[in-house]
């Protein structure tokens, strides 16, 4: 289930271009299809690409935090979501 949700963007996308591509060859045939079907993939392409999460910038201070976890004294933890 955790593939499909994060994934989810992707699949959909492939949804829509075979169901779209579906439409355009049934209607008229393969003229014309391959310009506009190119550009919806690129554009899905591109919109995957600026909305993927990256790597966290923090990864440094989760280092330095499980040093202090481990270190046997008290913690607060405050966890913060970038969305």
């Known amino acids: 289930m955790q593939l499909i949700n994060q994934y989810s963007f992707p699949l959909l996308a492939g ?3 075979l ?3 579906g439409i ?4 008229g045939g ?8 190119s ?5 899905f ?7 993927s999460p990256g790597a966290s910038a923090e990864t440094s201070e989760a280092a ?3 040093g202090v ?3 046997g004294k008290a913690v607060l933890l405050e966890f913060q979501s970038p969305y």
């Open 15 to 17: 949804v829509i271009i």
């Open 19 to 21: 169901i779209l591509a």
């Open 24 to 27: 355009l060859l049934r209607k």
């Open 30 to 37: 393969t003229e014309g299809l391959l310009v506009p079907l």
């Open 39 to 43: 550009a919806m993939i690129l554009g």
């Open 45 to 51: 392409l591109f919109a995957f690409w600026l909305f």
């Open 64 to 66: 330095r935090v499980e």
């Open 69 to 71: 976890i481990g270190s």
